[in-house]
T-cell receptor, first 111, second 112 residues
Framework: DAKTTQPNSMESNEEEPVHLPCNHSTISGTDYIHWYRQLPSQGPEYVIHGLTSNVNNRMASLAIAEDRKSSTLILHRATLRDAAVYYCILRDVSGTYKYIFGTGTRLKVLA | DAGITQSPRHKVTETGTPVTLRCHQTENHRYMYWYRQDPGHGLRLIHYSYGVKDTDKGEVSDGYSVSRSKTEDFLLTLESATSSQTSVYFC???????????FGEGSRLTVL
């Protein structure tokens, strides 16, 4: 199973952009890159996903490197409610449809 | 919100007793998953299902079994609970078209 690597923790000031990196050097051509976040005492929730092109939605943007070996989740203006653990995972669509999570990045937002 | 519910939400049991956690969905999604979450380990996949009666092991399947006799229900069973299985268990369902995972609210299990 392809593996992702993320920093354990990051800090950001409120109202500033946040760039959360993820390395996935063993990604295969059929793997989608997914991002989820988990707020305290809740289950994870979907943030965004992509395959090759950069993606935008109301929550965030996803920038994917040209070689697809890394990606960056961009929160354009961090709020206190964005404090959470962010998970970058690879979705295997070649057969098993397994979602393997790592330990994620704990984002702390400073007021 | 995706229609996914877990039961029980909280359970305390003793070592050696059997425990079954239930995940129920109203979305008719084919794929269902059981994860456990422990401090310092993130989410770890226990078992998953890709259809009725079709299941497979995840990363940490030892000590757990699952069953899926109908689309809407995915059961996780601990045949003989141990203290190392004290954890928060999350069920998830997957929309195969979009790939989004939707999680339940979690079931906190304490094995004394």
């Amino acid at each position: 199973d392809a593996k992702t690597t993320q920093p354990n923790s990051m800090e950001s000031n409120e109202e500033e952009p946040v760039h959360l990196p993820c390395n996935h050097s063993t990604i295969s051509g059929t793997d989608y890159i997914h991002w989820y976040r988990q707020l305290p005492s809740q289950g994870p929730e979907y943030v965004i996903h992509g395959l090759t092109s950069n993606v935008n939605n109301r929550m965030a943007s996803l920038a994917i490197a040209e070689d697809r070996k890394s990606s960056t989740l961009i929160l354009h203006r961090a709020t206190l409610r964005d404090a959470a653990v962010y998970y970058c995972i690879l979705r295997d669509v070649s057969g098993t449809y397994k979602y393997i999570f790592g330990t994620g990045t704990r984002l702390k937002v400073l007021a | 919100d995706a229609g996914i519910t877990q039961s029980p939400r909280h359970k305390v049991t003793e070592t050696g007793t059997p425990v079954t956690l239930r995940c129920h969905q109203t979305e008719n999604h084919r794929y269902m998953y059981w994860y456990r979450q422990d401090p310092g380990h993130g989410l770890r996949l226990i078992h998953y299902s890709y259809g009725v009666k079709d299941t497979d092991k995840g990363e940490v399947s030892d000590g757990y079994s699952v069953s899926r006799s109908k689309t809407e229900d995915f059961l996780l069973t601990l045949e003989s609970a141990t203290s190392s299985q004290t954890s928060v268990y999350f069920c998830a369902i997957s929309n195969r078209v979009t790939g989004e995972l939707f999680f339940g609210e979690g079931s906190r299990l304490t094995v004394l």
